[in-house]
Structures are given as C-alpha cells and as structure tokens.
C-alpha cells in the first residue's frame, strides 16, 4: 500500500495524505452523504457502479489462465506451422489468395463467394479497426512476463488487442464464402478458426480478443452478404 500512496508525494504533502483538493471533495462528499436520509442513502447504494471485481473480474482471470497455458505448453513442432499461418493472414493476404483461387476455378458459386467473402473483410476491418479497437483500448499482453517462446513469437502490432483484427476478417471470409459455395466454406472455416487460434498461440492476443472477433466478423459478414444480395435483386429486376 505504501507504494501506491508514494505517488501522493510530490505534492509536497506526507505521502499518506491526498492532494489538498482531492482529500476535501471526499470530505465534501461524505458530510452531504451523511445529511441524507437513511433510505436515501439505501437508494444511492444500490445505484451505485458495481465494484470492479466479481463475473467480469473472473471472466478476466480465465483469459489470462488460458492465455498463460497456452504460452507455457511446449509445442516445438506446431510453432512454426501457426507461426506462419498467423504472418500469412497479415494484411487478409491469405484470404485474398483464397478468394482469386474460388473465382477461377469455382465458376460462377465461386466468384459470388469470392465477392461476398472479401466485401465482407472490408466491411468488418473497417468496423473493428476504426471503430472497436480504439473503443476496446485493452494493451496487447505482455509475452515476456508469460514466457511465451520466441520460435513460436511474430511481430507484435502496434494497435490495440481487443478485439482481433485477424480473427473477425478470418471469420468474415469464411462466412462471406459459405453463404454462396457451403462447400467451399468448411475447409475455409477450418482456416479461418486455426488463423484465429494462432494469434493466441503467438502471443499477441488474449482468448477474448479473438472470440470477440470471430463473433464480430461473423455478425458483420452476414450483414454484408444480406445487402449484397438485396443489390443483386434489384440488378436483376431494373
């Protein structure tokens, strides 16, 4: 406790006291709470914000037990294998290559699944990356203090962690393509869920981040799918 309080110290006061102003709002504070009423201050308590523990606070710590033993479990064989899968989603490059691959070999299905895939990691990258992420603002995990090993590790991305870009595009893509080539979207899916893993297994993301952005690019792919098709619809009625 006494280095927390430290930081009180270059106020000039004892370092167990609070700055002048702080220490008299709570002093304010208390004497006005004390002058109401009793079942006032019953009200007020129960619309108080809750403390900063209980589900969520336990939600917290299964991500990081998760996240630990994932970074503690030796697997030298597979560190390379989602070490690469990880770098190729970099940029959706691996989901580019898919979509160029559905459309020349997988007829018109394939070029449909090809456009709905990528509109649907345009529309989702743009969502989470301008709009989730800096509403998220969590800091990316710290693999030294989890000794995750460096032959598993990539380049750490400046953004923020929550939620995982890779994760919500993989997902995207995969949902995009299946809704036009289901055939096509089990192995993607299969992709997409590994790309998602590896961001964990290298360390520079949490459990949460990328369940959060799996769930996110799903949401958004199928709202991206259903005004496409509705564009396609009055295409083909003009």
Request: glycine share 8%; net charge positive; with cysteine.
């Amino acid at each position: 406790r006494g280095r927390v309080l430290n930081h009180a110290a270059p106020c000039g006061r004892h370092p167990g006291h609070l700055p002048q102003p702080v220490g008299r709002h709570f002093l304010e504070l208390g004497q006005r709470r004390a002058r109401l009423p009793r079942q006032a201050q019953h009200a007020e308590a129960r619309t108080a914000l809750p403390e900063p523990d209980g589900w969520w606070a336990e939600v917290n710590n299964l991500d990081l037990a998760v996240y630990a033993a994932i970074a503690a479990t030796p697997t030298p064989t597979l560190d390379g294998f989602f070490r690469g899968l990880s770098r190729a989603a970099n940029n959706s490059k691996l989901w580019i290559a898919s979509a160029a691959v559905l459309a020349t070999i997988g007829g018109p299905g394939g070029r449909r699944a090809a456009v709905n895939g990528l509109a649907s990691v345009a529309v989702t990258s743009a969502v989470v990356n301008l709009v989730l992420k800096p509403l998220g603002r969590r800091h990316r995990p710290d693999r030294a203090t989890h000794h995750v090993p460096i032959t598993r590790q990539v380049t750490m991305p400046r953004t923020t962690s929550f939620p995982s870009g890779h994760a919500a595009s993989a997902s995207a893509f995969a949902t995009g393509v299946a809704s036009a080539a289901p055939e096509a979207g089990i192995p993607v899916s299969t992709a997409a869920t590994l790309v998602a893993y590896s961001r964990v297994h290298t360390g520079v993301h949490y459990p949460i981040d990328v369940i959060a952005g799996s769930l996110t690019g799903e949401a958004l792919a199928l709202l991206t799918v259903a005004a496409l098709a509705r564009r396609r619809r009055r295409r083909l009625d003009g």
